[in-house]
């Protein structure tokens, strides 16, 4: 079946717009023109995933994703902000959103985004594998990760700095997960796009900085070491010290 998007934006040439460009791109889409009705609608035909205007009359973008979020609806959220300062974008990620895009934007890289938000929260479909190639259960002692003073079980999708547990979105969490797996390793950004977002979104764009800089936010701690460290020109590490 393909993926159900609701779209919700006030502003009705990039709502058209963007409805007949997504519905060419084969997605079944719901557009509404404010918060209220996005709310309901999600309530009512939960959508594979959201795309959010952030400046809406009434309700806004952010205030929706709160909203699901607070209830434990999980769904994708991309957000369509024409806000560029980092300290807005970080409200984006605050509020709950997984990825967002600044207006005006390309529409490849709005279905980029997509793509990739939707590859990230499908399901693995082991329905057709043979009763003997069903995976075995991990023994919890080899299922957690460990550097630099982090502890990581991705199964359960939980991370703590010693004993504080960690609170993190699903971006946040899978880019933990890739530096925790290769501690002291750096990765560049190309990587990195790849492999979190599925799509190098070139050397212009800011926003793996951001999600780096909202994470550090979240491990960081007074009197301890920084734990993810920027390689000028190169790309990103984990490592104590």
Request: aromatic residues 6%; proline residues 5%; negative net charge.
């Amino acid at each position: 079946m393909s993926p159900t998007v609701l779209l919700a934006e006030d502003d009705r040439a990039i709502r058209n717009a963007l409805e007949r460009a997504l519905t060419l791109e084969g997605y079944q889409v719901m557009a509404v023109a404010d918060g209220v009705e996005a709310l309901a609608q999600a309530h009512r035909n939960h959508p594979d995933v959201l795309v959010l205007d952030v400046m809406m009359p009434g309700i806004d973008g952010l205030q929706v994703c709160r909203v699901l979020r607070a209830e434990g609806d999980r769904t994708p959220v991309l957000m369509l902000t024409a806000l560029v300062e980092t300290a807005d974008r970080v409200a984006g990620l605050d509020a709950g959103a997984d990825d967002y895009v600044v207006k005006p934007f390309d529409v490849e890289e709005v279905f980029a985004r997509l793509r990739a938000l939707l590859r990230r929260t499908s399901p693995v479909d082991v329905g057709t594998a043979p009763a003997a190639e069903a995976p075995k259960s991990v023994p919890v002692a080899e299922r957690f990760l460990d550097a630099a003073g982090l502890r990581m079980d991705p199964q359960a999708r939980r991370a703590w700095r010693g004993t504080r547990e960690l609170e993190l979105t699903r971006t946040e969490f899978e880019l933990l997960e890739l530096l925790l797996r290769n501690a002291g390793i750096v990765l560049d950004h190309s990587t990195i796009y790849d492999r979190i977002w599925g799509y190098d979104f070139g050397p212009g764009s800011k926003n793996l900085a951001v999600y780096v800089g909202y994470l550090r936010r979240k491990l960081d701690e007074p009197g301890a070491p920084q734990l993810i460290h920027t390689v000028r020109g190169v790309g990103y590490v984990l490592r104590e010290g």
